[in-house]
């Protein structure tokens, strides 16, 4: 009975692990899913009836089982559980380890078999504390944690296990020489190692957030730039034409004067024209938004993008100028970029003003309609790795005031849209 609790345990760790450490999700066909769980219950009766712990049979379920289960390639799903089986197995060496020293001073054997269970335990709550402390608490997975800090943490935790296994037998064949300040000796510096091991997880995570910050920082910085090219060009224009102005003046008087009033109309035309192109066309109610959607207007228009905006708001001077780049700047960046492979691209923005908050739409034509079931989109680009912030930067500017976001795809007249809903309230409680 006991090899079938191993089986079960062990397999609900590597679950706990790879959807809430990896964010690895389900099979969306539920059949897979109860294979996978009879493989492990059928390996568990197996040990039990010939009364074994095979690796072989160990190495087998705990892949198969693994690859079954969750959606995703099979070669990743192979490796991570063939890393999870390893790092598990150490982890559980050392809760075996902390329970024989806590109980009975070493590793006597006494014919207790239940430790590997309570060991089970006590390596789950690692793993609990290391996905609420480090992983949750950061919105950091271990997914995004670069692989040499994965393996670094296998190489460290293996030559933390070989130095405690011959240790642990030293102790063992000669525990009647030793007494219980030996042992408390050799239980803090396990617990030192397990501690190590999340000092390496978390320098690892503060290497994520800090590239991460750094992507965020340039990409502002990138959209900061284009809009200040924007403006230099318009300043650049509107000097020319202020130069130009007297000479303009001069034209226009000695049309007049020889009473050729249609020419003077004709020019009058072509100079108001001219100016047209200086004024902002877009007027949000905000002069910094101003900015932006103009921005986005005139490279949607050098793209042969429809764009139009509606609606109006009194301010929003209470958003930081670097959050409401950060959230516009995202949201049209993307829907320039979706919209660019359609046949008839469009972009719609609306702007609704509540007394309470702020609502703002983006609606986009798309090549094909979305599935925003999850309400979280993953890049479509090759590079994942350096892609796919801007909705994760969306997501965390609508988030730190306190608003709410939703997204939808749909068929408007035959032709598939993408819409994002964001309401930011207008006071944000602290």
């Known amino acids: 009975m006991i090899y079938l609790v191993d089986n079960i345990l062990n397999y609900l760790i590597y679950l706990f692990i790879i959807y809430f450490g990896f964010k690895v999700h389900p099979r969306k066909n ?31 379920w705990s892949v198969l089982s693994i690859c079954l ?59 609990f504390l290391i996905y609420m402390k480090l992983l949750k608490k950061n919105e950091v997975y271990l997914n995004d944690i670069e692989c040499r800090y994965k393996v670094a943490i296998l190489v460290q935790s293996s030559i933390f296990q070989m130095f405690y296994n011959f240790v642990f037998v030293f102790f063992n064949e000669n525990h009647t020489m030793y007494g219980w300040d030996a042992y408390g000796v050799f ?34 910085m990138y959209m900061q730039k284009e809009q200040y090219d924007y403006q230099l060009q318009q300043s650049i224009a509107i000097r020319r ?8 003046i001069g034209v226009l008087r000695e049309l007049v004067n020889r009473k050729k009033l249609e020419e003077a109309k004709e020019y009058i035309d072509t100079m108001w024209n001219i100016q047209d192109e200086f004024e902002l066309k877009i007027h949000t109610g905000d002069s910094f938004l101003d900015v932006i959607m ?90 994942k790795k350096n892609h796919g912030f801007g909705f994760k930067n969306i997501i965390a500017t609508v988030e730190k005031y306190q608003g709410e976001y939703y997204m939808d795809s749909f068929v408007e007249n035959g032709e598939p849209i993408f819409k994002i809903s964001i309401a930011i309230p207008k006071e944000i409680n602290r």
């Not at 539920?30 to 568990?44: N, P, Q, Y």
């Not at 590793?107 to 789950?124: D, H, L, P, Q, R």
């Open 30 to 60: 539920k059949f897979f899913c109860w294979i996978s769980v009879l493989i492990v219950l059928c390996a568990g009766m197996f040990n039990m009836y010939f009364e074994t712990d095979s690796p072989i049979v160990y190495i087998f």
């Open 241 to 248: 034409f202020k130069h130009d102005l007297t000479n303009h």
């Open 187 to 220: 239980f803090v510096s396990i617990v030192g190692a397990i501690y190590a091991i999340f000092l390496t997880l978390s320098l690892a995570i503060k290497n994520v957030l800090s590239n991460k910050q750094n992507k965020e920082l340039q990409s502002f």
């Open 294 to 383: 103009n921005y986005y207007l005139y490279i949607a228009t050098k793209e042969n993008i429809k764009f139009t905006v509606s609606g109006k708001v009194t301010t929003i001077t209470y958003i930081e100028m670097f959050d409401i780049t950060t959230l516009m700047g995202n949201v049209l960046q993307n829907a320039i970029e979706a919209t660019q492979k359609t046949n008839a691209p469009k972009i719609r923005v609306e702007l609704i003003e509540h007394k309470n908050e702020i609502f703002i739409v983006v609606s986009n034509s798309v090549v094909e309609k979305i599935n925003t079931n999850n309400n979280f989109l993953k890049t479509s680009k090759r590079d």
């Open 69 to 127: 289960f969750f959606e995703e390639r099979l070669l990743r799903l192979g490796l991570l559980s063939i890393a999870l089986m390893y790092f598990t197995g150490i982890m559980d060496t050392f809760s075996v380890m902390l329970l024989q020293i806590l109980l009975i001073g070493g590793g006597v054997e006494t014919g207790i078999t239940w430790w590997m269970e309570i060991a089970y335990v006590i390596s789950f709550f690692i793993y």
